[in-house]
């Protein structure tokens, strides 16, 4: 899903020092969200993280991502809001007792199109960068550890989860479970859902012990054996995409004063 450390990148996104990357995906999020409309975080996804991913050679892993995890998502929020937005007049039909109404269906498109350029942003992070590389990056800034392996952890959890969930069907097809088809794919749901919590637990116990014998938390600064390479350019860059987050914060703060 991402590039292996050691490996040569495959694209100059890919070499893009983690840091960079990292505000990257944070400056789009916030600037996303600064403006309650639906046209601007659109805009955003549209102009700058397809672009980039296509840059990066990742647009149909990151396509596949998106639709999988956001389109659930936006079908909740789309359900919550249309049917029960509080304080909304304008019924768009009637189900029964249930009524969509006009506002919530609108704050339901623009809560989901915020969060498609916030997973998008994050999502790019996930393909184009090694969590390891980014663990190191942050150690030499003198971050915290726990801020650290807490960023680390979030990017690592999607890949982590769906190679155990993989793993898990496969090992029930060995034993003769039927999973083809739509009714096939929702049996399989209720055991494989034991294991693989059971298994996330299994493994955050592991990870705390290994962490703790290789000094975890240590006030020791730690050295990195890979030097993630740097560069004035971005240094500069995220400094300008800080810039940006700032300013469309305070529009929104301006803009809700006013």
Same mark, same amino acid.
């Given at each position: *899903?991402?590039?292996?450390?050691?490996?040569?990148?495959?694209?100059?996104?890919?070499?893009?020092?983690?840091?960079?990357?990292?505000?990257?995906?944070?400056?789009? =999020?916030?600037?996303?969200?600064?403006?309650?409309?639906?046209?601007?975080?659109?805009?955003?996804?549209?102009?700058?993280?397809?672009?980039?991913?296509?840059?990066?050679?990742?647009?149909? +892993?990151?396509?596949?991502?998106? *639709?999988?995890?956001?389109?659930?998502?936006?079908?909740? @929020?789309?359900?919550?809001?249309?049917?029960?937005?509080?304080?909304?007049?304008?019924?768009?039909?009637?189900?029964?007792?249930?009524?969509?109404? !006009?506002?919530?269906?609108?704050? !339901?498109?623009?809560?989901?199109?915020?969060?498609?350029?916030?997973?998008?942003?994050?999502?790019?992070?996930?393909?184009?960068?090694?969590?390891?590389?980014? *663990?190191?990056?942050?150690?030499?800034?003198?971050?915290?550890?726990?801020?650290?392996?807490?960023?680390? !952890?979030?990017?690592?959890?999607?890949?982590?989860?769906?190679?155990?969930?993989?793993?898990?069907?496969?090992?029930?097809?060995?034993?003769?479970?039927?999973?083809?088809?739509?009714?096939?794919?929702? +049996?399989? $749901?209720?055991?494989?859902?034991?294991?693989? @919590? $059971?298994? !996330?637990?299994?493994?955050?116990?592991?990870?705390?012990?290994?962490?703790?014998?290789?000094?975890?938390?240590?006030?020791? +600064?730690?050295?990195?054996?890979?030097?993630?390479?740097?560069?004035?350019?971005?240094?500069?860059?995220?400094?300008?995409? *800080?810039?940006?987050?700032?300013?469309?914060? =305070?529009?929104?703060?301006?803009?809700?004063? +006013?």
């Amino acid at each position: *899903m991402h590039e292996t450390m050691g490996t040569v990148p495959s694209s100059r996104i890919h070499r893009l020092n983690p840091l960079t990357k990292l505000t990257f995906a944070v400056t789009t =999020t916030i600037c996303a969200f600064a403006v309650v409309d639906y046209w601007w975080p659109l805009l955003i996804f549209c102009v700058v993280l397809v672009p980039v991913s296509i840059a990066a050679g990742v647009l149909r +892993r990151f396509s596949l991502m998106l *639709m999988a995890l956001w389109i659930p998502v936006a079908v909740a @929020v789309f359900l919550i809001q249309g049917f029960f937005f509080p304080e909304a007049h304008h019924v768009i039909a009637d189900f029964g007792p249930l009524q969509l109404k !006009a506002e919530g269906v609108e704050f !339901a498109v623009q809560t989901a199109l915020h969060i498609a350029v916030m997973m998008g942003g994050f999502f790019l992070l996930l393909l184009t960068t090694h969590p390891g590389s980014l *663990m190191s990056t942050m150690s030499e800034r003198g971050i915290s550890p726990s801020i650290v392996y807490i960023v680390a !952890a979030a990017l690592q959890i999607v890949p982590t989860l769906n190679r155990r969930a993989t793993s898990i069907l496969h090992a029930q097809q060995a034993r003769g479970q039927r999973i083809k088809g739509l009714y096939g794919r929702v +049996r399989a $749901l209720v055991p494989l859902i034991g294991p693989l @919590v $059971l298994g !996330a637990f299994t493994d955050v116990s592991e990870r705390a012990a290994a962490m703790e014998t290789r000094g975890f938390g240590a006030t020791g +600064r730690p050295t990195s054996l890979v030097a993630m390479a740097d560069s004035t350019a971005q240094r500069l860059s995220r400094a300008v995409m *800080m810039l940006c987050a700032a300013g469309a914060v =305070t529009v929104n703060v301006w803009g809700v004063v +006013r």
